[in-house]
């Protein structure tokens, strides 16, 4: 199904089913621990190997030699695999850095090789005996060292201009110049990479964690250098990934590898400390942030740049994309520049861009309402647009940014703000409450699904389509459900298997919109076939109930299939609807936050979001989905920094003692509200994605009532203490 | 991890004689410290003995008033026993700054006073570190240092010792009761119990091979309001910054032992003089001849402002 015009009335605008808070339907089994993650799939294979990854002890340069002498003669041992003996590899076009290496070593923890033994703890104990001798290299691994060697990427929009920028800056009124650091993040998902291959002839059977199926058998095949039919990709339960298991990763090229070589199914995961060096990451960014206002609040002038460092061949962290849209203002500049850096791979991680640039953004505008005296929500709505500010004649699908800021106002009690800093105590605790936007496109990719009728009234939805913790399973089936006119206990949902037909997979907030829209294709094919089998003129039929009817009759939907199943396969695919318009989603972040007079200590206290998002699918996972990423979002305001050292070039604090996420105590009453709405431009299901708009602008909402609470304004993630201490006043 | 042979213990001396006798053989209590760092092969023990079978789980009064506290008693127990909360409120409120429930459960007297630092190049085998391997090097000074020592430090380490109960134990002048593999039982103070780390960060305390952990004990009662502050960047399950650990007396007197600014628990009894005065004139004097690296200089600052808190508390 092509979709090019706006959507018009369709079943899913009845909303009996989609719309409705239902409980998830992997919650029982995932609560039970009978959803079993790919590491647990003790029934797919008899008697499993399992591997252990040795990871490089250098950052860079090469291996001289390795000697496996001791490994191979540890008890238990079944294969090694090096880059000497694996064969030619590939290198799929997600990947920068090899997921073997050797001879050459391009980072810290990069595999280098991969020990397979019976069992894991024979595994893990001839990893160690595993002797490599490194000759280092020099390395670059200070961002703002590097700075200055930064080029223009040669893919993309590096570079934006409008107007006259530097001109119309200069003759601002007044003006706000200021540099912002965000610093390298951490996925630190709760389930870590995991895979086990087992081989039969030469084909490859993978059990992994992976939110991109298609991509992730394309990668792996390329990788391996086999044919893509020949493998098949099998995830349909992912602890979490947060962008770290969009690619192809260390665990599924070594699991198999080493099963070729041993001749044995294997299993392998990597083990916490590779998480931070072995896999991706959000790199860091600096970024300049210039704004020029008339004095009652008009931009006349914004100008965003962007720093951040990759490997060569990397990418650059795009954190000015959301400064190109999100504000009105006649002259614009944007530029990005990327560094070579030899540290670890930087790529994806939640709002990818858009989550760093609006830390610094949404700080900067909170400056500029400062000096210009205006109230921080006043000036955010003064310079709304209803259109692309650098392409004028393209509107917004919907653009309800003002709305979130007036309901959140109301609902958090915003007029009760004291604006100057530092005036509000309770006890120990100075008080200060601040506001971020949230902003973040909607992007839709094709997304295809297969659809079955049983004769037992049985609806199964397949698609390779993901289910990360974020509620797949359910607004598939609530789609199906809706559409095909059953309760949501006649839909099955099988996810996570490239033998479903592709879909958009997890990512990029794409997720939930495209493939609920697959869904809702293959079940406009299979209302087809139901109409046709029964009689029925399929332009009228209306499916409800269980039966179907058109006209004076009413016949039970079963009855299509007493005789075979019947089954209808289709995929949404999207015209240019998202090129002539702009479609985005919105919200407002409300926070207030306590820091101790004393030990300038930062505790959140009450958070608010309102979203903007489209069509709500389904509130419960919406809401949890939101309130996940607020809670990422004080991490990475608060604590989240993957510490540098910048000699060594490595991430030093590579565990979950080491590098901080937020945790149960830290996160007060959170509060979601969603705008009632549906967007018919997004796709036929009116919906749009919410689980990255929900970070997007939390870290500046919690700085910016960290400066209203103190003062003290800090532009250096993560907000901690000692960049406090030395501004708050005397104790005692 | 390395494979390792693995006995039970049925007494205190004879634990103590096993450990003597085998090369490379450790106790193992909770395990929740010891079995990490064997799993990442910094601690590689060729042979365990395991002590919780011993009968030194029990909290018992003291002829002289006081408390002895078995080796063994779990850190879940020792927060919650009503003469501890109710005598030394400083141990119980510092033990449950510590680790998280499920830990405590686990985690023993003797292991959480055992338990080793957390500086990240100490848990990572491909850097040098002199504690885990003496004579490599120290790849902390220079590097990443925020969590690190302030005072006490040498140019072989800048560890600290992370234990929140420690500095109870230290500030309510706790004494280690231990047995050695020659039968013979020994007291130490705790102030004398632990070492800075000199050219020798591998050595953690006095403790002689094969020295068992019988029990702490506390000594009366010493009244007086009881505070642990432990300030962190989260709120909770992180190890701290600094912990200022303070007894106040009504008439302004009183202690205080700090953490997460030293190899061992901090503390300056002379410096204690000067409580009356004030937190500024107690921390010039706890924390004289500092040397903080320029990512934890921010800790002296701490340490004097959470003193300072605590006291104003105290008086009010
Ligand atoms: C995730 C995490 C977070 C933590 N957070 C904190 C925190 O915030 N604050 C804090 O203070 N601690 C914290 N801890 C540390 C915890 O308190 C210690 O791991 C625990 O107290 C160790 O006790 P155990 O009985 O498990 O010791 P074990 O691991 O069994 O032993 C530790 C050491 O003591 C030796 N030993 C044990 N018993 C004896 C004995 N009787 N005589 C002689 N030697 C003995 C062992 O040989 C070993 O060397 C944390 C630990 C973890 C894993
Ligand atoms: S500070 Fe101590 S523990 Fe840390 S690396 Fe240096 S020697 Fe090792």
Redo the contacts between chains.
Sequence with gaps: MRFDTPATANPIDQLKIIGQPVDRIDGPPKTTGTAPYAYERHDAVPNPAYGFVVGS??PKGRIASINLDDAKAA?GVLAIVTALNAGKLGKGPRNTAMLLGGPDIEHYHQAVAVVVAETF?QA??AA?LVQVRYVKADGQYDLAGAKNSAAKPDHGKPDTAVGDFAGAFAAAPVQHDETYTTPDHSHAMMEPHASMAAWDGNKLTLWTSNQMIDWGVGDLALTLGIPKENVRLISPYIGGGFGSKLFLRTDAVLAALGARASGRPVKLALTR?FIANNTTHRPATIQRIRIGATPDGRITAIGHETWSGDLPGGRPEDAIQQTRLLYAGANRMTATRLAVLDLPEGNAMRAPGEASGLMALEIAMDEMAEKLRIDPIAFRVMNDTQVDPEEPQRPFSQRHLTECFRIGAERFGWDNRLRQPGRVRDG?WLVGTGVAAAFRNSPVITSGARVRLDGRGTVTVETDMTDIGTGSYTIIAQTAAEMMGVPLDKVVVRLGDSSFPASAGSGGQWGANSSTAGVYAACVKLREAVARKLGLNAADAVFADGQVRSGDRSVPLVQAASDAELVAEDAIEFGNLATTHQISTFGAHFVEVGV??????I?VRRMLAVCSGGRILNPKSARSQVIGAMTMGVGAA??EEL???K??GFF????L??Y?V?????IPHQDVIFLDEADPMSSPMKAKGIGELGICGVAAAVANAIYNATGVRVRNY?V???KL??RLPG?? | MKSFTYERAKSPAEAATAVARTQGAKFIAGGTNLLDLMKLQIETPAHLIDVNGLALDKIEPTSDGGLRIGALVRNTDLAADPRVRQDYALLSRALLAGASGQLRNKATTAGNLLQRTRCPYFYDTNQPCNKRQPGSGCAAIGGITRQHAVIGTSDACIATHPSDMAVAMRALDATVETVRPDAAARRIPIAEFYRLPGDTPQIETVLQPGELITAVALPKPVGGTHVYHKVRDRASYAFALISVGAVVQRDGTGRVALGGVAHMPWRVEAAEAAMPRGAKAVTAQLLAGAKPTHENAFKLPLVERTLGAIMAQARS
Excluded: F, K, Y
Excluded at chain 1, 662 to 666: F, G, L, N, R
């Design positions: 002890a250098i008890p703890e893990r104990a160690h400390p120990n101790d007079a004393a030990t300038a200590e505790r608060l604590m510490a540098v050292d000699r060594r030093v604090n590579h565990d003692a080491g901080e937020a945790v149960h105590a830290d993560p901690t203490l000692d201490l030395d104790v005692g």
